[in-house]
């Protein structure tokens, strides 16, 4: 069983700071690529950033200069801090891992969600 928990979502004033984190446990035997995804209500989720295990970052164009990824390899952990929020950065964001099982098994993994509202 593999779980990942998000943290750190909220409401924040345009303009302002977050930093979101997601924690992978159970059975894990790698992580490769961690990521975060953002869904607005009646649109469909989409890529914010990416990191992988030994590569480099992809970021959406509507957040970068503003959002930086990063990730803690010992804690199987993703970070996301969110400079500059704009009310378009309102949704639910998700954490996502490609994650290899104990038993060999390679799959994405979702967290449960977060929820971001940036309002003045």
């Known amino acids: 069983q593999v779980q990942l928990v998000e943290s750190g979502g909220g409401l924040v004033q345009p303009g302002g700071s977050l930093r979101l984190s997601c924690v992978a446990s159970?059975?894990?035997?790698?992580?490769?690529?961690m990521g975060w995804y953002r869904q607005a209500p009646g649109n469909q989720r989409e890529l914010v950033a990416r990191?992988?295990?030994?590569?480099?970052?992809n970021y959406a164009d509507s957040v970068k200069e503003r959002f930086t990824i990063s990730r803690d390899n010992a804690k199987n952990t993703v970070y996301l801090q969110m400079n500059s929020l704009k009310p378009e950065d309102t949704a639910v964001y998700y954490c996502n891992a490609e994650i290899k099982t104990g038993w060999g098994i390679v799959r994405d993994y979702w967290g449960q969600g977060t929820q971001v509202t940036v309002s003045s």
């Open positions: 159970g059975n894990i035997f790698a992580i490769y690529v």
């Open positions: 990191i992988p295990s030994g590569g480099s970052t």
